[in-house]
């Protein structure tokens, strides 16, 4: 497609329920992130994948979330047991590699009530 | 620590005013810095970066070593820049953790 997509656009699920995210980047980027923004706040860097290279990890909040990415395309953001803090707007974006210079997509709005 | 502050929630001018909207940043080293913006209902874009120089929508950003500050200005502000906008850091280590500031909603009145 012609820019990041991200589906679904809106998500409402149960406190305790698992949930998948997924991220659509722009063909033959080859970098992908995923940020989160909480209400009020600035967006929180959680996972950056770049090729083939091991995934930073370093920004996921707990072990319940978890990401993936096959090869240069799709990656899928899982939140198991979703608690409510983890209500936010989840952010994908992609590049052909360093910082996400200006392709985002339009955001997951997670709520869990 | 790394850190990206942004002052103020909120800044309102007229139409026509200067803006100039803040941001500090914490970082040892030579960070790359980055301006987005988010219209209303639309995604976040890049704005500009201080390694490019440009002037983007009237709008410059001149990266401070000594005040460890990466402002955004422009001169007169018109209504279609009323949006929220982010500061970014990006360390020079790490070409993947872009470091955001909380924001700044921009509101231009008529």
């Known amino acids: 497609g012609a820019g990041v997509s991200q589906s679904p656009s809106n998500k409402v699920t149960e406190k305790g329920k698992d949930v998948e995210l997924r991220c659509d980047p722009i063909s033959g980027h080859t970098a992908l992130y995923w940020y989160r923004q909480r209400l009020g706040q600035g967006l929180e860097f959680l996972i950056y994948?770049?090729?083939?290279?091991?995934?930073?990890k370093s920004g996921l909040p707990s072990d319940r979330f978890s990401a993936e990415r096959t090869g240069e395309s799709v990656s899928t953001l899982t939140i198991q047991r979703t608690q409510q803090e983890d209500s936010a707007v989840y952010l994908c974006?992609?590049?052909?590699?360093?910082?996400?210079?200006?392709?985002f997509g339009q955001g997951t709005r997670l709520t869990v009530v | 620590a790394q850190r990206v502050t942004q002052p103020e929630k909120l800044l309102s001018v007229f139409k026509g005013a200067p803006v100039e909207l803040k941001c500090n940043y914490s970082y040892s080293g030579s960070p790359e810095l980055f301006w987005y913006v988010q219209y209303s209902r639309q995604r976040l874009q890049l704005l500009l970066r201080h390694i490019s120089r440009e002037s983007i929508k009237g709008f410059t950003a001149d990266l401070n070593k000594g005040e460890t500050s990466f402002h955004l200005k422009k001169p007169f502000a018109q209504e279609e820049d009323s949006a929220m906008y982010y500061c970014?850091?990006?360390?020079?280590?790490?070409?993947?953790?872009?470091?955001f500031g909380q924001g700044t909603t921009l509101q231009v009145k008529p």
């Open positions: 970014a850091l990006l360390p020079v280590s790490n070409t993947g953790k872009l470091i």
């Open positions: 974006a992609s590049s052909l590699g360093g910082a996400p210079r200006g392709f």
């Open positions: 994948f770049q090729g083939n290279s091991a995934p930073d």
